[in-house]
DNA sequence: ATTAGGG
DNA sequence: CCCTAAT
């Protein structure tokens, strides 16, 4: 029969709390549910948690309440805090949760009670009047349980060591009656049960523990603390009751009386009994007691109760109140509610939850990173900012955002796209950093490059241009002189297939970097290669030769080598050569002078030769500059023509 | 694509 | 040097 029940309220006890609850009481007081297996634990977590705060949620682990998750944790919650300020709120929420429980109860109640007549705990769990039936209803249970296992009890009578008397234990009353408003106003469990204390005490007047059984202890345990218990250890249990009779936390492990309210230590046992009470509660404990619970723990837990208790407050009454009982109750509760919440439900999914999101959090980065076919980049822009400072600073942003998977594409796009239109989308577009990037890893190979002839460079490469700011970037920092690239020659053909395409996107590139606002001089400055004696003296040769205006040819064929010279670029200086040769005419010390300061002087006779060729050309232009452009033409002819002249 | 010219 | 317009 026992093992039958054991099962049977095990299996019933996972499925149906109440269920659970009304087997126990009724069929095998010795088994040990895993609930005061629990409770045995979370006492021993007690120990974790000493503070007040931990002591006031307390968690009771009771069976009625477990019956109702709801009802227990809101209930308790709504006890304890019952002298707050929002007491009253929750006492609704509470009555409510309790009405619902009460409903579930009693119709368990009617279904388990139709089979069995006697049972303790749907008695107590339904509301009924405390002052009525209930030192009956202990009586009845106990009676019911002694008969089952009276040979163990008796056994455990005998091996009790501690001889606990308790006296004057206090008024019924005071015990039984609601002790605080949020118990009276609400019909819990909690109550009923606690109600059952004063039975409990009245009959005893002076109740010595020591000759409780186990089972009667359990009931006293249950009168005392409102709720079950199926722990076999008789010190365990008195020392409980005393406790709780005291509210004492310094519940001696040896012989103790109890009087007034106090505990009065006796005459003390030795160590050898106390042994053998544990020996006896752990054999009497239930299998699952006997293997998870030491005596040892027993003891931990006894402590740490007395610490809680001790933390949780003085009351004043004699007995423990309502709040006293629900305290218990709460803290079982909580203690069984975070074991059941730590490992299992919340926790793993929560876990699972966040394991999920990490999962897609890093798939996320590895699609990005994927996206972003350039790992090398990241490398790269640190050099690359270091190079080229503002221009940078002014596209940053640009490559923060876009930088990884904006490269790829844009650069195609860009490629065939016409250069304006490109100059006009492009702007602060993404790309031009990885392209100047590129360009600006690039630097140091191209210096190294000795002139290449690229006879036919199309167009100023962009990743030219980019160099030429780098260089000139780096020339300032060093304060430096003027090996330039005059004689380098960079060959943006040079540089290969990927140089070639990058030079396709890097024309829009380096038109958006111009553009940036801030430092519109300082990108242009960059860009800015200053004109050599040499390249001024091709210049001239070139213009001599194939005339001027022909600056394509020109460059072609005499810029070869120059490959960031482009016909525009000729065509600029040339110009600039003839204002500067007209310029000189009139005042040309002046001009020298003036030049001198500015920068590499040029040299009178480069001057004449332009002015002669400029005579020539205007010749020549005369004829033709007329018609195209009378006023500026005429402008710069005329100084031109008056220089000469 | 070049060229001329303005900024 | 850059940019644009006109060829």
């Avoid at 009276?184 to 009923?192: A, K, L, N």
């Avoid at 009245?202 to 009168?223: P, V, Y």
């Avoid at 950093?433 to 100023?460: F, Q």
Wanted: glycine share 4%; charged share 30%; net charge neutral.
């Amino acid at each position: 029969m026992k093992d039958d029940d054991e099962s049977n309220d095990k299996k019933i006890c996972n499925s149906e709390p109440v269920v659970y609850q009304l087997v126990r009481v009724e069929g095998d007081g010795r088994l040990v549910p895993a609930t005061d297996d629990e409770v045995m634990e979370v006492e021993q977590l007690l120990e974790d948690k000493k503070s007040e705060l931990a002591s006031v949620k307390a968690v009771g682990h009771d069976e009625q309440c477990l019956s109702n998750e709801v009802f227990s944790k809101s209930d308790l919650e709504g006890t304890m805090q019952s002298g707050n300020a929002d007491n009253s709120r929750k006492l609704n929420a509470r009555l409510e949760n309790i009405k619902v429980m009460l409903k579930k109860v009693q119709k368990e109640e009617r279904l388990l009670l139709s089979g069995e007549s006697l049972n303790c705990s749907p008695k107590c769990m339904a509301m009924e009047d405390p002052t009525s039936d209930r030192s009956n209803t202990s009586k009845a249970c106990i009676d019911k349980h002694e008969p089952e296992n009276p040979s163990r009890e008796r056994a455990a009578s005998s091996l009790e060591l501690n001889s606990i008397h308790i006296v004057e234990v206090g008024t019924i009353e005071a015990c039984s009656g609601p002790t605080n408003k949020a118990a009276t106003s609400r019909s819990s469990i909690s109550e009923s049960c606690s109600s059952l204390l004063p039975d409990f005490s009245i009959l005893r007047g002076e109740i010595c523990l020591d000759n409780f059984s186990i089972r009667e202890l359990q009931e006293a345990f249950r009168a005392t603390f409102g709720r079950q218990t199926s722990v076999k250890d008789k010190l365990w249990l008195k020392r409980r009751i005393a406790m709780g009779l005291t509210n004492s936390c310094h519940v001696p492990t040896a012989r103790f009386t109890i009087k007034d309210n106090k505990i009065i230590l006796s005459d003390l046992k030795e160590p050898a009994r106390l042994q053998q009470s544990m020996i006896e509660a752990e054999s009497l404990s239930m299998d699952i007691h006997a293997t998870n619970v030491s005596p040892q723990d027993i003891k931990n837990c006894l402590n740490n109760q007395m610490e809680f208790q001790q933390v949780s407050g003085k009351r004043l009454r004699v007995l423990p109140s309502n709040d006293d009982v629900k305290d218990e109750n709460i803290q079982m509760e909580q203690c069984a509610a975070k074991r059941m919440r730590k490992p299992t439900k919340r926790y793993i999914e929560e876990l699972s939850e966040l394991e999920t999101r990490e999962c897609t959090a890093k798939s996320y980065y590895c699609v990005n990173s994927e996206q972003s076919q350039f790992p090398s980049k990241a490398q790269i822009m640190p050099f690359h900012d270091g190079v080229t400072h503002r221009r940078l600073s002014s596209t940053r942003h640009e490559s923060l955002r876009g930088f990884s998977f904006q490269v790829p594409f844009v650069h195609r796009t860009r490629r065939g796209q016409p250069r304006k239109n490109l100059m006009a989308l492009m702007e602060y577009h993404p790309n031009a950093i990885s392209h100047i990037v590129k360009t600006a890893v690039m630097i140091p190979v191209l210096e190294e490059e000795k002139e290449n002839g690229s006879s036919s460079r199309e167009t100023r490469s962009v990743p030219v241009q980019i160099l030429n700011t780098n260089i000139s970037y780096v020339k300032s920092v060093a304060g430096e002189e003027g090996v330039e690239m005059d004689c380098g020659t960079l060959n943006c053909e040079e540089l290969d297939p990927e140089y070639k395409e990058l030079d396709g996107i890097g024309d829009t590139a380096c038109d958006n970097v111009p553009k940036q606002p801030a430092a519109k001089a300082n990108v242009r400055r960059k860009h800015h290669r200053a004109w050599t004696l040499c390249e001024i003296r091709k210049l001239v040769d070139g213009v001599a030769k194939y005339g001027a205006g022909r600056w394509s040819e020109i460059r072609r064929l005499s810029f070869a080598s120059y490959s960031y010279r482009t016909s525009v670029d000729l065509k600029d200086k040339w110009r600039n050569l003839l204002r500067a040769s007209l310029a000189q005419c009139p005042t040309e010390k002046e001009a020298n002078n003036f030049r001198k300061q500015a920068s590499i002087p040029i040299p009178s006779s480069i001057l004449s030769q332009v002015r002669e060729l400029a005579k020539l050309h205007a010749q020549t232009g005369i004829k033709v500059s007329p018609r195209k452009s009378a006023g500026h033409g005429s402008s710069t002819v005329h100084r031109e023509g008056s220089g000469f002249i």
